[in-house]
């Protein structure tokens, strides 16, 4: 069977690689006698590079090659990959992608898409690299009514956060430090404000819950405002700080989703991911909690999702695989604000113990966290699970006190 | 479509339950207008039971009747659970099984005869309850050459160990107040000796490295001389003491199985899962090290993964699906004492001293390990990394010391 990729990138080249090193193997494993690359689509010259004969820069070649019956696209963006992917489907060619950002855009029109022609869209690289979910969700936990679903979904702020909590690294030093390890990049913004995490988010919920979510409509707060002051506070609490995507089933057509830095007990498999690692956390009535980890980025955990996926559409060239969502609709995610959290707030105020009485009474069963060496004037404490329009009300009532942090608190 | 239930313990009836409660939503999923269960055997009465009228006691209703496209078989046992099984794939219908025994016993057998007959012999249920992990090693790290598995593979132990390690417990204490929750049997051999978790190794290794291992040919040890000193040694070594399942690709033709008690390092995905959880961890080329968590037992979770593999059968119907392996061969699982392992030892010497002298000289690189309150007379420390017999040998020279315990060094 041959196949073409789209994109020589890290993932790429690592699909080249993983293909090469393991050829006998993938083939039999796909039931074809060989799997083999005809094309690698690039702008890019690549002199000297081992698949230097392959490369080219017509997309109509792939489009118009009978031969290639699997596509894969690791070019990244929307356009013109949303195009070209769309134009594969179209012509009966599967179509495999590790692109995020076009399955949390535009994955409810590429699944009718390839339903229409009868091939398979498949994307199990885009959530988690190499962990395996998406197809585990959509298949092994399909006698479940998945009623939540949260991680830690974005590596290099993972990193960061470690760096801060294990050594007591500034966000900045530790920013720097992910960048010298080639976990961030040189611009850094998708990963550390959260758009990364949110467009994962995006694509598990709309998996999960059965129809298209839309990064423009979930809320994303990333971890550029982390203090190693919080961090020490989530710790006397017991726990740490993780940038956590989640979202729940409300009800049958209201579910809420989100990014943000959150408050993790210690003892949660989400606060034991350290370092580059992520976790995926699937709530669902018969099975409890179900945590997939692994490596959630990096060239060849990455490359060898793609290539499973590869595997998969040559088993079943002409059947549509068992995942994927509906169209989504306006109003379906709820606004952050109605949804019900407990909050950790670290504020200052002239009078501390006038303060925390004025809290005490504002927040009934209000918890407040001691820690060493804080400073004089300072107050930290978790509120009671209320609305966050309503946390809002009663800490904009308190008259008295100068809020420095909010951190949300999650119970995974 | 018509199903059938074979035994109607805790797992056949949670699946009545799971079918029950979720109908409309698994016949769509399964692509059905609708799943029913048929029949459901059991030599037991069920006098009020809401399935009473399903109930059957003779096998070959189920046989005989070619409604029934997929049978599902929670008896549990050996006999007569493969003869029903084998019956039931040689008359061209489906079999979807939770029984680990079974499997590990007659898995190659049964891989054959459902591909002879052109039907589906699923298992996910058999090792980690609920949680994905047989499916997802099959199929999503298909593009990985896996090198290692391991895992907390059997939740009644590792309850046991949990209440030794956080509640300072006996091992007689903590069994005990698992058989009054409900986690351990009256006779919970199979559980603290490691059959239970031995059977599940044999299933995930047979997947990984594609040739059935046999429950008689690992090495099984269990959890019953884990002491409270030990754990406390373990503690200060920087970990804690797991109940651990593992095998490795040692050649083409060669693997390593074995169950024992481990010392496991703190930080590990592994080291964090307690109560009756289980993780299972694959480490593969591309894909590094990837872990599954999750509730490993309970009616529920483990009556899930049953469903969804019934819901697999339905959307595969006649298609063989792509996890199985090869039969085994004699001489592939290679003695324990061939293997290579780091080993903790806690001994008696009446000369500590000399002894600490006599130990740094046998043993290169012994790492000593003290802890709070320990016994005048004794010495604990870490072999370095030697084949078991090696140790043995060396153990055996140090003539001066009494050994009171040795646990194996995991790296996971």
Known sequence: MYIAIMGYGTVGSGVAEVIMNNQANIAKTAGQESIDIKYILDLRDF????????????????????????????????????????????????VVTSNKELVAAKGDILIKLAEENNVNFLFEA??????????????????????????????????????????NMSFEDALKLAQDNGYAEKDPTADIEGHDA???????????????????????????????????????????????????????????????????????????????????????????????????AGKLPTASAVVADVIDCAQHLEKRKDYGWESGTTGYVVDYNEIETAMFIRAKA??????????????????????????????????????????????????????LSKIRIVDY
Chains 1, 2 share one sequence.
């Not at 392959?54 to 894969?72: A, G, Q």
């Not at 979910?133 to 979904?153: D, M, S, Y």
């Open 47 to 94: 002199p000297g590079d081992v698949n230097e004969k392959l490369m080219i820069k017509d997309f109509s070649k792939i489009l118009e090659d009978d031969d290639i019956k699997v596509v894969v696209e690791t070019m990244g963006g929307l356009h013109p990959a949303f195009e070209f992917v769309s134009s594969c489907l179209q012509k009966g060619k599967s």
């Open 126 to 167: 885009s959530v988690g690299g190499g962990i395996p979910v998406l197809r585990p969700i959509g298949q092994c936990l399909a006698a479940n009514r998945i009623t939540e679903v949260a991680g830690i979904l974005n590596g290099t702020t993972n990193f960061i956060l470690t760096m801060m909590i294990d050594k």
């Open 198 to 296: 949110g467009r994962k988010i995006c694509i598990l919920s709309s998996l999960c819950f059965g129809k298209h979510v839309f990064p423009e409509d979930i809320y994303m707060q990333g971890i550029t405002k982390v203090s190693l002051t919080d961090v020490e506070y989530a710790k006397a609490w017991g726990g740490v700080i993780k940038l956590i995507g989640r979202a729940k089933k409300l009800s049958d057509d209201k579910i809420s989703a989100l990014v943000s830095p959150a408050f993790v007990k210690n003892g949660s498999q989400l606060a034991s991911t350290n370092d580059v690692f992520n976790a995926i956390l699937v709530r669902g009535d018969a099975v409890g909690d179900v945590v997939f980890y692994g490596r959630g």
């Open 350 to 403: 002239d009078n501390k113990d006038a303060a925390k009485e004025c809290i005490d009474s504002a927040f009934e069963g209000a918890q407040f966290i001691e820690k060493e060496s804080a400073d004089e004037n300072e107050i930290a404490f978790v509120t009671p699970v209320l609305k966050e329009c309503k946390i809002e009300e009663v800490l904009s009532s308190l008259g008295s006190i100068d809020i």
